[in-house]
Nanobody, 121 residues
Framework: VQLQASGGGLVQAGDSLRLSCASS????????VGWFRQAPGKEREFVAA????????YYEDSVRGRFTISKVSAENTVYLQMDNLKPSDAAVYYC???????????????WGQGTLVTVSS
């Protein structure tokens, strides 16, 4: 599948954004769709993931309670609702899909282009 990430922008600390990850095709029920982010000079890091079939969700500790990952099966789309954004959340956000859950980029086979999130203090 081809993934298209969108929804980034410039916000102030404490604001919210919703990122979208749209697929060109249907996800298999065994698929896992994840969000990663990469700040300048840093490695790409796991943010959240969702199992397409069961809806089980996973979060990185620093975003748990502020970010919510969800899916709309009919749209073949995964969303990342980001609330109470902090300057430390600023990064290019990528969505990815794979067959197995993991918190490293290697676990995912398909990647969308990034969408930039900028958070001003």
């Amino acid at each position: 599948v081809q993934l298209q990430a969108s929804g980034g922008g410039l916000v102030q600390a404490g604001d919210s954004l919703r990122l979208s990850c749209a697929s060109s095709g249907r996800f298999y029920s065994s698929a896992v769709v994840g969000w990663f982010r990469q700040a300048p000079g840093k490695e790409r890091e796991f943010v959240a993931a969702i199992r397409w079939g069961s809806g089980i969700r996973y979060y990185e500790d620093s975003v748990r309670g502020r970010f919510t990952i969800s899916k709309v099966s009919a749209e073949n789309t995964v969303y990342l609702q980001m609330d109470n954004l902090k300057p430390s959340d600023a990064a290019v956000y990528y969505c990815a899909a794979g067959s197995h859950y993991g918190t490293t980029p290697k676990a995912y086979d398909s990647w969308g282009q990034g969408t930039l999130v900028t958070v001003s203090s």
